[in-house]
């Protein structure tokens, strides 16, 4: 029930874009997307619920597709404090929520100037 | 500070021994959830509680790991006979959910880390 991030790691140049895949087997009820830096803890970015709401990061843009269970990260223009590990978690849809988040195995992100 | 804090930050302890660890999660958050994180891993899930109730508990959570939180306040999660694959940075994270719906995002503490030698 884990779900399967794509790319595992990405160089980039500050100003250029890049997106994050996160896909899964099951339905979604939501998809989170966090970023950790090394050695802190993950941190929240984005939101995004089944039914289309969705709330987070300002620079920071994501879709979900319900119906083939795939969240896409999008970070344009990136900037040298987008460096770390992204992380999307996802809650599976059963018919309510419970709250608990199956989280992938992450995606380092490298930006440098 | 009024962030989820989370102690002891570090732990080194042997083969055997067990261990408690202490999370402090954001007043105002009805849940709390347990995850744990090894390198080069995402966090996975161990427990969470919603007030004082353990709503869910991980299969992988084998009888050695206990967790509480009374009084719906701060929780504990407590290895006993630790192993050597135990070791891990263990992750504390509160949210708020309204109704049994929880659409908000985890705040997570900046962990306790566990070194079983």
């Known amino acids: 029930q884990q779900p399967v991030q794509s790319p595992q790691a990405v160089i980039l140049r500050e100003g250029e874009d890049a997106v994050i895949n996160c896909s899964s087997s099951?339905?979604?009820?939501?998809v989170h997307w966090y970023r950790q830096k090394h050695g802190e803890a993950p941190v929240f970015l984005m939101i995004?619920?089944?039914?289309?709401e969705q709330k987070g990061h300002e620079k920071i843009s994501a879709s979900f597709n319900e119906k083939k269970q795939q969240s896409s990260l999008y970070l344009t223009a990136s900037q040298l404090s987008y460096s770390g590990t992204y992380f999307c978690?996802?809650?599976?849809?059963?018919?309510?929520?419970?709250?608990?988040?199956?989280f992938g195995r992450g995606t380092q992100l490298t930006v440098w100037p | 500070d009024t962030g989820v804090s989370q102690n002891p930050r570090h732990k080194i302890t042997k083969r055997g021994q067990n261990v408690t660890f202490r999370c402090d999660p954001i007043s105002e958050h009805n849940r709390l959830y347990w995850y744990r994180q090894t390198l080069g891993q995402g966090p996975e899930f161990l427990t969470y509680?919603?007030?004082?109730?353990?709503?869910?508990k991980s299969r992988l959570l084998s009888d050695r790991f206990s967790a509480e939180r009374p009084k719906g306040s701060f929780s504990t999660l407590e290895i006993q006979r630790t192993e050597q694959g135990d070791s891990a940075m263990y992750l504390c994270a509160s949210s708020q959910a309204s109704r049994g719906v929880n659409t908000g995002e985890l705040f997570f503490g900046e962990g306790s880390r566990l070194t079983v030698l």
């Open positions: 509680f919603q007030n004082e109730a353990q709503l869910e």
């Open positions: 099951k339905a979604l009820y939501s």
């Open positions: 995004l619920l089944k039914g289309g």
């Open positions: 978690g996802t809650e599976i849809d059963r018919g309510s929520t419970l709250g608990r988040l199956y």
